[in-house]
T-cell receptor
Framework: DAKTTQPNSMESNEEEPVHLPCNHS???????IHWYRQLPSQGPEYVIH???SNVNNRMASLAIAEDRKSSTLILHRATLRDAAVYYC?????????????FGQGTELSVKP | GAVVSQHPSRVICKSGTSVKIECRSL??????MFWYRQFPKQSLMLMAT?????????EQGVEKDKFLINHASLTLSTLTVTSAHPEDSSFYIC????????????FGPGTRLTVL
């Protein structure tokens, strides 16, 4: 699976939108973009994933650039419970069910 | 939703003893489970892939004789840290894919191991 680059940390204010960027310039045509997050002292949890089109679910939205070399995870209204490390991971379609390799992620802090 | 549990959540042991950590998929079958280790302020590091009914596949640099993995059923995998030493103190996390599901990993809450 190809490599991703994320900022080490970001800050947000409570109840404001947060845009978490991820660069993946070497993405292949069969790579899905997955986002997981890890709250303090917990195991990671799945957030969202997509291939080409923008995706929405109850947790977040995923905006994917037209050339797919970057993507942005959008939290529409940050809450204090959204403070976590967010990981952007590429998953090859043909590697489904295979191991997941975590990068350093972005540590998001949310100020009241 | 898919739930993965781990037991114990926290364990303290003396140097030289062995510790077993259980990982269970509570409401789904998991043919493949994964074990990760995480040191403070660091990312998750994959240790091994556990396949039901077969030997685990270890990542490079992980001692298979020290970290014994058993995946005896479709809902249970165990990690045994043998002859634990203080440098083995870490946060151990397991995960699993739902059999027949999407390409989403479900993670356990983690086990904090402290070796004195």
């Amino acid at each position: 699976d190809a490599k991703t680059t994320q900022p080490n940390s970001m800050e947000s204010n409570e109840e404001e939108p947060v845009h978490l960027p991820c660069n993946h310039s070497t993405i292949s045509g069969t790579d899905y973009i997955h986002w997981y997050r890890q709250l303090p002292s917990q195991g990671p949890e799945y957030v969202i994933h997509g291939l080409t089109s923008n995706v929405n679910n109850r947790m977040a939205s995923l905006a994917i650039a037209e050339d797919r070399k970057s993507s942005t995870l959008i939290l529409h209204r940050a809450t204090l419970r959204d403070a976590a490390v967010y990981y952007c991971i590429l998953r090859d379609f043909y590697n489904q069910g295979g191991k997941l390799i975590f990068g350093q992620g972005t540590e998001l802090s949310v100020k009241p | 939703g898919a739930v993965v549990s781990q037991h114990p959540s926290r364990v303290i042991c003396k140097s030289g003893t062995s510790v077993k950590i259980e990982c269970r998929s509570l409401d789904f079958q998991a043919t493949t489970m994964f074990w990760y280790r995480q040191f403070p302020k660091q990312s998750l590091m994959l240790m091994a892939t556990s396949n039901e009914g077969s030997k685990a596949t270890y990542e490079q640099g992980v001692e298979k004789d020290k970290f014994l993995i058993n995946h005896a059923s479709l809902t249970l995998s165990t990690l045994t840290v043998t002859s634990a030493h203080p440098e083995d103190s870490s946060f151990y996390i397991c995960s699993a894919y739902r059999r027949g599901g999407t390409d989403t990993q479900y993670f356990g809450p983690g086990t904090r191991l402290t070796v004195l």
